[in-house]
């Protein structure tokens, strides 16, 4: 894994990241004012998309990414579907969560490996003790439905936390706005468009079988 990229789990960084996680949340909201029909990324236009995938491809056009929100001909409301429409591992796709802070009702966001499960206490020890989320708070945080949540261009800035596991493949991909929408970046990418940390927030793997 890139040793630039703030790796962190349960050690003496942790502080630190728990700061820095409440901090950079506030930096990633999209303007509520955002409308428009077209979009023209890397001289490819972009018509008649739905609202939510408009957010996002705009967000990646201002952001200067190279890769525009790509439309599945079926829904891919799960990273195994995702996975099985792209031809990729399903460690390729990154799954975005949503938790619910029992704090202050913040929208917690992890991004995590399509082949890992989430450990909710890793989670409660970075950012706050949280709960499950339903899809009516999903939908009035992020503006997303579920089985379309995208890692960015958020109704409301979540706070966010990005799984080191995703690391582990070059390229990966996001949903984009919808259950058809998904968008190609690789992880440093992800890292840069949301300025979230990097954590162990998964369930240790199973050791690999010796030979």
Request: hydrophobic share 45%; glycine share 8%.
């Amino acid at each position: 894994m890139p040793a630039h990229i703030g790796i962190v789990g349960r050690s003496a960084e942790g502080a630190a990241l728990r700061r820095a996680v409440g901090a950079r949340a506030a930096d990633n909201a999209l303007p509520s004012s955002t409308s428009f029909e077209t979009i023209t990324m890397c001289g490819a236009e972009l018509h008649s998309l739905p609202e939510s995938v408009q957010r996002v491809a705009r967000l990646l056009q201002d952001a200067g990414h190279p890769h525009a929100p790509r439309m599945l001909d079926d829904a891919a409301r799960t990273a195994q579907q995702a996975a099985d429409a792209l031809g990729i591992a399903v460690g390729q796709i990154a799954k975005s969560i949503i938790f619910r802070r029992k704090a202050d009702q913040a929208a917690v966001l992890v991004v995590t490996s399509g082949d890992r499960r989430v450990d909710e206490k890793k989670v409660d020890a970075l950012v706050g003790k949280t709960g499950r989320a339903d899809a009516d708070f999903v939908k009035a945080r992020t503006g997303f439905s579920i089985g379309g949540v995208s890692p960015f261009a958020h109704a409301t800035a979540p706070v966010t936390l990005i799984d080191r596991e995703l690391f582990r493949f070059s390229e990966i991909w996001a949903a984009a706005g919808h259950p058809h929408a998904v968008v190609r970046l690789a992880p440093q990418d992800l890292a840069r468009l949301t300025g979230a940390p990097v954590a162990d927030v998964v369930v240790a793997a199973a050791a690999e079988p010796s030979a």
